[in-house]
């Protein structure tokens, strides 16, 4: 007897039919029992349904938020510290110049960069500095490039550090720098390096400059590029110096200060666009007792 009584209240096996159904009917009861509501088998399983979309859709967005996605963000919580750091008083270059040339032996254009950095440290300026300045070393070095153009000089550093690695006989680096008195400090910074027969700085803003290089200046074709003036600007002169024709297929292009304080147009322009194969450099380095973290992007013309 208590066998029959037994059999007659087991349930069916969980992953048959008729087990769901047993299921179904057994939650529908127990909410009714609680809520007082009464919910068919078809309500409940258009709730079903329904939750298991939200859970399909809640993981979708989650999947969004991808290293790229990731990336966006840190990218944006980045440049607002970058953006507060910049507003610290940057040495002006006639400073920079000065220190060097009172410490530094003329004609060591080794000496000159080390006593550039060295004021650094103590000094809030804006230059490549040493940690970024390795990476264009490299750069420049598999590169052997022939013609150099850069875009803002400030007082010299970058030009100094590239021209010091141009071996090619005839090699030439012209920097144009809109800023008259940043120009002529750039012209002492690159004098006292000992670097005046291969560095020409150019006083004027990329725009007007970048059209006269062919006829001005004799510049046929450009093996190396490398921005660091105004950020807005990076674009549209990378542009204008696609459609002057100096740019030839293999010509890299190198943008410092990409992340600090920030190019973002650039980098999704140059990353996005068929014309270029870029790549990233991230950096961190500390100038002035300040953290900064920042990126360099190696871009390589297409054609």
């Known amino acids: ?75 944006k919580g980045q440049r607002l510290k970058n953006m507060i750091l910049s507003r610290a008083v940057t040495s002006l270059p006639r400073d920079v110049v000065s220190y060097v040339q009172a410490h530094a032996e003329k004609n060591n254009s080794e000496k000159v960069l ?54 090619t006989e005839g090699a030439r680096l012209i920097s144009i720098e809109f800023n008259p008195s940043s120009a002529e ?32 200046f004799g510049i046929k074709e450009v093996d190396l590029v490398f921005i660091d003036h105004r950020k807005d600007l990076y674009v549209s002169d990378l542009q204008l110096l696609e459609k002057t024709g100096l740019m030839k297929r293999g010509t890299v292009v190198v943008a410092d200060n990409v992340l600090f304080p920030g190019a973002p147009d650039y980098a999704k322009y140059v990353r996005s666009t068929r014309k270029y194969t870029s790549c990233t450099y991230p950096v961190h380095f500390t100038e002035a007792a300040v953290g900064i973290v920042d990126t360099v992007e190696k871009s390589t013309y297409q054609g």
């Open 114 to 167: 080390e006593a550039a950095n060295i004021y650094s440290k103590t000094n809030q300026m804006m230059h490549l500095g040493e940690t970024k300045g390795k990476i264009v070393d490299v750069i420049v070095a598999e590169t052997d490039p022939k013609v150099v153009i850069e875009l803002g000089a400030y007082f010299g550093y970058s030009a100094v550090r590239m021209a010091r690695l141009m071996k």
């Open 1 to 75: 007897m208590a066998a029959e009584e037994s059999s007659a209240t087991a349930m069916p096996p969980p992953y048959t039919v008729d087990g769901i159904m047993e299921r179904v009917n057994s939650f529908s009861e127990a909410i009714e029992l609680r809520t007082g509501v009464s919910l068919s088998l078809t309500t409940l399983i258009w709730a079903v349904f329904i939750s298991s979309l939200l859970v399909s859709l809640v993981s979708y967005l989650l999947l969004r938020l991808t290293r790229s996605g990731l990336d966006r963000m840190l990218f």
């Open 185 to 216: 400090a750039s012209q002492d910074f690159v004098e006292w390096a000992g670097l005046s027969d291969r560095v020409e700085i150019v006083t004027g803003s990329a725009a007007e400059m970048i059209p006269l290089l062919k006829d001005r």
